[in-house]
């Protein structure tokens, strides 16, 4: 058995630490409500890694994604005591722990922003990107922000445009100014000091943006933001050149890895970060998967590109949910069979080759929930509704049990808990055998026992009935063989002997068969079904 990095071989589990778990009353998740649930992490689900978001001092106006202070700990969420606390803790339970490490802008009340629009003669103020308008009342080009609108904001004070290429509050860093590149460096050094396992570099193909600020060619889209092809305020060669600075960097320490948000339209893009053999980043983000619309065909396909494009010597990385999307189980709809569909696709995300994340509640089945408009937080939402609600709705309280708050908090929670958590919580799902909850402890079980579902090979099964995606997983000479039918009805037969591995011994069965056969006929899938077979003893658990 070949020994695998932790990033290969493990389950990552994202905590939107706002909603997690709140310790002290104050309706705030925070670092010792994550302490305080670390056994639920390690013992009922058997997670090896948690990535948190932004835990950085913060407005928060954008969910910690607004840093003020890369070296402090926000006040709201604990001390940076009670980090290493969480850190060392996390480690004594074999768990990694991952930061969201925002590089590529800082808050408007950061004190290098604050000097750096104090005068045109600051020190400091080549530290972020300023430019002159084309001319009175017109900024310096057509860029478009990502949340629409132009991506620079006049500063009356001072006379010129600053660039910003998310919201307003939120202005981009200049990398090419080697001082800001040397700090930010030592940002990430700081941290890989201190002993965290990780980075999710946020939005890594942005750092960059063309020097002499020329318009992005017209194209057609949707949206304003795709009325524009963004050949010059991302993915430049300066940017993927700091990912493998980073990655240098990273590689001087003992088993660290690097993930990363490319946020592009573009999954070619998004794969010139990857390369494990290489020299970029361990794990950049594979967003084309997760926007996937419900279907069998939908995902094998998306998985048949990833695994023709991904370069040698790097690995796939998938997810379904984060702080950014819809949750699945509103967004794959399904209406009552909503349960049925998010075990389909729990079990192809954690049996697929690549490194799976979860997002805190999948795992439970947390619904999209309708945040009412007076309780927003995501400035998002608050600018554009009801045209775009924001990502509230996906970052709503953890549902821990039926008590008042969700037990996630004894005070008042600073987003609406779910009405569904009297129903669908961790307290309450522990005792259901056919709980989501317990659904993906099964499959995380499985794949702990597994090589071949760690790190083996992936092979797409040929000629599968309408509405079926099939795989072989293989490792080590054993294989494991995975059936999900996508559909509410049963299959077309599927002839085993055309497809499955020689031994069929029933691994995982979501309609609790006790042997593969399908007789003359074939095999026919039960509607919504998950079949996993094939391996006839479980490998040595990797964690």
Avoid at 63 to 70: H, L, P, S, T
């Amino acid at each position: 058995m070949t020994a695998m990095p932790w990033w290969k071989s493990g389950v990552i589990y994202q905590i939107a630490v706002s909603s997690f778990a709140d310790s002290d009353g104050d309706g705030r998740g925070d670092l010792r409500g994550i302490i305080g649930k670390l056994d639920y992490l390690s013992d009922t689900l058997g997670v090896d890694a948690v990535w948190l978001t932004p835990v950085n001092t913060s407005p928060l106006q954008d969910f910690g994604y607004d840093v003020a202070d890369y070296y402090a700990v926000d006040p709201r969420f604990g001390t940076m005591a009670d980090f290493d606390e969480l850190l060392g803790e996390c480690h004594a339970r074999g768990i990694r722990v991952i930061m969201d490490m925002v590089l590529n802008h800082t808050s408007e009340q950061h004190p290098w922003f604050a000097e750096s629009r104090s005068s045109r003669d600051n020190p400091k103020r080549d530290w972020y990107v300023w430019r002159d308008g084309r001319r009175p009342g017109r900024p310096p080009n057509r860029w478009v922000a990502m949340v629409e609108g132009s991506a620079w904001e006049f500063d009356a004070a001072s006379g010129q445009y600053y660039y910003h290429a998310f919201l307003p509050f939120q202005p981009d860093l200049n990398w090419r100014n080697p001082a800001v590149r040397n700090e930010m460096l030592r940002v990430v050094e700081f941290w890989l000091e201190k002993g965290v396992d990780g980075f999710r570099l946020d939005l890594i193909n942005f750092l960059f943006e063309d020097e002499a600020c020329r318009d992005n060619p017209r194209s057609f889209g949707w949206r304003p933001y795709f009325w524009q092809k963004h050949v010059r305020d991302r993915s430049l060669p300066e940017s993927l050149e700091t990912a493998r600075a980073l990655r240098r960097l990273t590689d001087r320490f003992e088993d660290r890895a690097m993930l990363g948000e490319v946020c592009t339209d573009d999954p070619a893009e998004a794969l010139a970060y990857a390369g494990d053999g290489g020299d970029t980043l361990h794990l950049p983000f594979y967003l084309d998967f997760a926007l996937r619309p419900w279907g069998a065909k939908p995902f094998r396909d998306a998985v048949a590109w990833m695994e023709g494009h991904v370069p040698s010597g790097g690995w796939p990385c998938y997810y379904l949910n984060n702080h950014d999307l819809k949750r699945t189980f509103t967004r794959f709809g399904g209406g009552s069979d909503a349960d049925l569909r998010v075990k389909v696709a729990a079990a192809m995300l954690l049996t697929l080759r690549g490194t799976p994340i979860l997002y805190y509640g999948e795992e439970i089945g947390m619904r999209q929930s309708a945040v009412p408009r007076g309780a927003l937080d995501d400035p998002v939402g608050k600018r554009y509704w009801p045209l775009e609600k924001g990502r509230d709705g996906s970052r709503t309280p953890m549902q821990w049990s039926a008590d008042p708050g969700a037990g996630f908090t004894t005070g008042t929670p600073w987003l609406p808990v779910d009405p569904s958590y009297p129903y669908w919580n961790v307290e309450g799902e522990r005792e259901d055998p056919d709980s989501v909850l317990n659904w993906y402890r099964a499959l995380l079980g499985l794949r702990r026992k597994h090589l071949a579902l760690q790190t083996g090979t992936y092979r797409a099964l040929d000629s599968m009935p309408r509405g079926v995606f099939g795989y072989v997983r293989e490792a080590d000479g054993r294989t494991v063989t995975v059936l999900l039918n996508f559909r509410g009805r049963t299959s077309e037969p599927l002839r085993l002997a055309e497809h499955a591995a020689s031994s069929t011994e029933v691994l995982l069965s979501s309609r609790r068969r006790k042997r593969v056969a399908g007789g003359r006929d074939g095999l026919r899938l039960a509607p919504y079904e998950v079949l996993v077979f094939g391996a006839t003893a479980p490998d040595e658990a990797q964690r």
